[in-house]
């Protein structure tokens, strides 16, 4: 490969003329009435997925009130560039955020009338 050229890799089930071979879910996610920092705790099994290969948040990653943002924290990669492809993910973490200062949100904050707009892609 030459110096500075991209390499991309597709990953398997997509750009094919055959079935797509992964799972996609889209919906709301509920905060809960006592956020604890740290966040989240989302599992590839919540969402009838065996791993976890996209996970994003719609609208710039603003609550539905706007007065909060959500971030996602995949865990760390285990895999390597010898590989073909990285590892598709058991879990991963979303904060919420103040969008007036960028700073996590307080413990025990009652978050269950806000929403996030979660699309979800794994195998």
Do not use: C
Not at 27 to 41: A, K, P, V
């Amino acid at each position: 490969m030459a110096a500075g050229t991209l390499q991309k890799i597709p990953l398997p089930g997509y750009m094919t003329t055959d079935p797509p071979t992964r799972g996609y879910w889209k919906g709301d996610f509920f905060g809960n009435n006592n956020y604890q920092q740290g966040g989240d705790t989302h599992h590839a099994s919540d969402y009838g997925m065996g791993g976890i290969e996209t996970f994003g948040i719609s609208a710039s990653g603003l609550s539905s009130s706007g007065n909060y943002s959500g971030k996602v924290f995949p865990p760390a990669n285990a895999s390597n560039n010898s590989e073909v492809q990285a590892s598709a993910w058991a879990t991963v973490t979303v904060k919420w955020f103040y969008t007036a200062n960028n700073n996590e949100v307080a413990n025990n904050t009652n978050l269950n009338a806000e929403s996030l707009r979660l699309d979800i892609v794994g195998v």
